[in-house]
């Protein structure tokens, strides 16, 4: 999940982050973020609220990111690119929340690995509507119309400020896309009598 690490508790954006965390750790996936504040504070929230695993793929920066108290599981990096592999390496669709230019760069990254084909068949789920709208618009009218990406460049993404559609739309592009499936949970095995 990407997004700004301004919003606090209590900012509709955290209370979306937080929602949308905890559906899909519901979901059984783990929720995977930059590990920082806000936006990512409260994915990671919203995943150990029910129960699920939290990682957090933190950056070295001078202000702003320090890893948040809901993460099972941290790496901190220097470099952004590196850090942006590890958060597309080991994930199986991405949920951008409003946020500023690194949530921007993460979305375009994602976006030029699937339009190249070096990614393929991985959601992506712009929550927000209002907030998406005007980049939506860019891409839609100005970048389409001039023929600089396709119009089927933005089928896979997904608007909504539904936590629920955001994750059922992932669980259902996960499973029919790369085969994942539910396990049952192990059973204690009862000692015998004898």
């Keep these: 999940m990407f997004g700004s690490a301004r919003f606090r508790?209590?900012?509709v954006y955290y209370d979306m982050a937080r929602a949308v965390g905890h559906h899909l750790a519901v979901a059984g996936f783990t929720v995977m973020t930059g590990g920082g504040p806000g936006v990512m504070e409260a994915a990671n929230r919203?995943?150990?609220?029910?129960?699920?695993?939290?990682?957090?793929?933190?950056?070295?920066?001078?202000?702003?990111q320090?890893?948040?108290?809901?993460?099972?599981?941290w790496v901190t990096f220097r470099h952004f690119f590196v850090r942006k592999v590890m958060l597309a390496k080991y994930s199986y669709g991405f949920v951008a929340l409003p946020g500023g230019f690194g949530t921007l760069?993460?979305?375009?990254?994602?976006a030029t690995l699937i339009q190249t084909g070096k990614i393929d068949g991985f959601p992506v789920v712009l929550m927000g509507r209002e907030y998406w709208r005007p980049l939506?618009?860019?891409?839609?009218?100005?970048?389409?119309?001039h023929e600089t990406i396709d119009l089927a460049d933005?089928?896979?993404?997904?608007?909504?400020?539904s936590a629920e559609d955001a994750a059922e739309h992932v669980r259902r592009v996960a499973i029919a896309g790369f085969g994942l499936q539910?396990?049952?949970?192990?059973?204690?095995?009862?000692?015998v009598e004898e």
């Excluded at 760069?105 to 994602?110: C, G, K, L, N």
């Excluded at 618009?137 to 970048?143: K, P, S, V």
């Excluded at 933005?154 to 400020?161: M, W």
């Excluded at 539910?182 to 000692?191: D, K, S």
């Design 9 to 11: 508790e209590g900012h």
């Design 46 to 64: 919203g995943a150990r609220d029910a129960g699920g695993r939290s990682i957090g793929c933190n950056i070295e920066l001078p202000r702003e």
């Design 66 to 73: 320090r890893p948040n108290p809901y993460l099972d599981r």
């Design 105 to 110: 760069d993460e979305i375009f990254e994602v």
């Design 136 to 145: 939506l618009d860019l891409l839609g009218r100005t970048m389409v119309f």
């Design 154 to 161: 933005l089928k896979h993404f997904l608007v909504t400020d």
């Design 182 to 191: 539910y396990a049952e949970p192990e059973r204690p095995q009862r000692a």
